[in-house]
């Protein structure tokens, strides 16, 4: 079956534009939740969704945000480009929230902000 | 709150030798336990689980016992190959402490031939 696929792969911004990067989980998953990854920090938990609700958010500025479509669809949204949003942002779908059943996870969305 | 402390790397073994890569972790409640793993350019993947005390998530010759009485979920290999060469990450499920799950900072391992 197919896995999560984000697109884009790759994105160039300019500081103060906003971006939307999008996420199609496996099919029969609900749960979608995005991370940032950087060298410097790590894996850090943006946000959850399941059943197109907000279930959990991380600890990151309102210029983050997300949702979820009824067909469980997920994209998340940066406004306001700062230089420090240059990442790789990851996509993770479950089978149900909470994550104790595991993550599939796409190939990230490379965002650099120049 | 919930944390997860991995050994810092990268370690770097020849071909066939033994790995082990520590993890220990730290839980208000009992969550399930995994390892991911990362290839250059890729997401990660899930390497292998365990969701209680004394359970041995296994796969592709990797193993990993939970271990409740250490704190530890360390993950084993007996013979390495350069296909291995990655970044793992040891994780936390969610538990009645924290509805977020928790990735450690991961390990790089690098396979010489």
């Known amino acids: 079956k197919a896995g999560v696929t984000q697109t884009p792969r790759y994105l160039i911004k300019t500081r103060g534009q906003q971006v939307t990067l999008s996420c199609s989980p496996i099919s029969g998953h609900r749960s979608v939740s995005w991370y940032q990854q950087t060298p410097g920090q790590g894996l850090q938990f943006l946000f959850e969704?399941?059943?197109?609700?907000?279930?959990n958010k991380g600890n990151f500025p309102g210029r983050f945000s997300g949702r979820q479509f009824s067909n469980s669809r997920s994209e998340m949204n940066v406004s306001t480009l700062e230089l420090g949003d240059s990442a790789l942002y990851l996509c993770a779908s479950s089978a149900a929230p909470g994550a104790n059943y595991g993550y599939t996870f796409g190939s990230g969305t490379r965002l650099t902000v120049v | 709150g919930d944390s997860v402390t991995q050994m810092e790397g990268p370690v770097t073994l020849s071909e066939e030798a033994f790995l082990t890569i520590n993890c220990t972790y730290t839980a208000t409640g009992y969550p399930s336990l995994f390892w991911y793993v990362q290839y250059p350019g890729e997401g990660l993947q899930l390497l292998l689980k365990a969701t209680k005390a004394d359970d041995k998530g296994s796969n592709k010759g990797f193993e990993a016992t939970y271990r409740k009485e250490t704190t530890s979920f360390h993950l084993e290999k007996g013979s390495v190959q350069v296909s291995d060469s990655a970044v793992y990450f040891c994780a936390l499920g969610t538990s009645g402490g924290s509805y977020i799950p928790t990735f450690g900072r991961g390990t790089s391992l690098i396979v010489h031939p």
């Open positions: 969704y399941f059943s197109e609700t907000q279930r």
